[in-house]
């Protein structure tokens, strides 16, 4: 049995000769072929573009979620200095949980940052070989016979062959990965905005509820306050108890 | 020779590199068959680090076709696989 390697590479010469069993004409052969390969690098280029929009999408929820994490920080603060330490805690715990997801967040930017690079690097090399493909072309179309033509591209056609099976698969894994992230950013998304996230979304509405509550409380203390004074300075003075205030 | 290490592109290497590869190959095989991904990943990147540290890189306008093709390191045991078996794991070229 074949090692990795050279099975790796016989499986790229499959799909060359595939690709070559179907020249028939080496002159139409040679423009069609080049055809492809700029087809291939423009799939290249939307590869490069897909992760880039993904990666956008990842920072775009990296700032709400950084949002949040400030918001609850100040929350916890305002339940602290309104004796909720209960509340406070709440605030803090899910502050922690936005957090972690912040860290995954990160890693996926890291990743998708990665695969960026990667297709860049393979555009490059690609983009090159299509250029010494296409200079290759017109010399074999003008110089040699039929035979030998026939000989000629399909070194060249094997060359390029090669680094388009690499690229193919570079695609493939980039828009694998990037639908991966996408449908998982989805459901955050998703997630979010129905308030459902749990332990996150849904206490952190209870949060502002309660924490509504209590300024609301005590908005509604100084009220009573200040209309307990009006009265003690308007009206004869009784025994009614002074209003604490709080 | 020339060797293509998969999503980085081609190096040429002394002949003589072929024999420690091949070892390095043996060990990754034996990984894949046991199902053992970080063995397999530790040949693989052992693989093309020797061929980084030992070889000179291809011109990237090359059109010569690589005599060995060393598989990325980031994949599954079942992507690995995939991509040295007949319909592997390469897609098909455009024609």
């Known amino acids: 049995m074949a090692g990795l390697l050279s099975r790796a590479s016989m499986v790229i010469k499959a799909r060359i000769s595939k690709l070559l069993d179907r020249a028939e004409d080496p002159a139409v052969t040679l423009d069609y072929s080049y055809e492809k390969q700029l087809e291939m690098l ?7 573009a897909d992760v880039v929009t993904a990666k956008k999408r990842l920072e775009l929820q990296t700032q709400k979620l950084e949002q949040q994490v400030v918001k609850l920080e100040s929350q916890a603060r305002q339940a602290l200095a309104a004796g909720r330490e209960d509340l406070a805690r709440a605030a803090l715990e899910q502050k922690a949980l936005a957090q972690l997801q912040l860290q995954a967040l990160d890693q996926q930017v890291t990743g998708l940052e990665d695969q960026q690079t990667k297709l860049v690097e393979s555009e490059k090399r690609l983009s090159a070989k299509v250029e010494a493909f296409r200079s290759q072309k017109e010399v074999i179309k003008a110089q040699y016979s039929a035979a030998e033509a026939q000989v000629r591209i399909g ?3 094997s060359g390029i062959g090669e680094e388009m099976a690499d690229t193919g698969l570079a ?3 980039a828009r694998d990965k990037t639908e991966q992230m996408q449908a998982r950013a989805a459901a955050v998304d998703e997630l979010i905005e129905a308030g459902t996230l749990e332990d996150f ?3 952190k509405t209870r949060l502002d509820r309660e924490l509504e509550a209590i300024s609301s409380g005590s908005q509604v203390d100084e009220e009573l306050t200040r209309m307990k004074a009006e009265l003690e300075a308007g009206g004869e003075k009784k025994e009614l108890e002074g209003g604490e205030k709080s | 020779m020339i060797v293509r290490v998969m999503g980085e592109g081609q190096y040429e290497v002394a002949d003589a590199l072929g024999v420690r590869l091949n070892e390095l190959d043996e060990q ?11 063995g397999l990943d530790a040949a693989l990147e052992q693989m093309a680090a020797l061929v980084r540290q030992e070889g000179t890189p291809l011109a990237a306008d090359d059109l010569r ?5 060393i598989p990325p390191t980031d994949l599954t045991l079942e992507e690995t696989r995939k991509l040295v078996s007949e319909h592997g794991l390469i897609p098909d070229l455009p024609a």
């Open chain 1, 42 to 48: 423009q799939k290249v280029k939307k590869g490069i």
């Open chain 1, 155 to 157: 070194e060249a056609a």
């Open chain 1, 171 to 173: 695609i493939q894994r």
């Open chain 1, 201 to 203: 979304t849904s206490d």
């Open chain 2, 28 to 38: 990754a095989l034996a990984a894949l068959e046991r199902g053992d991904e970080a």
């Open chain 2, 65 to 69: 076709v690589s005599d060995v093709v």
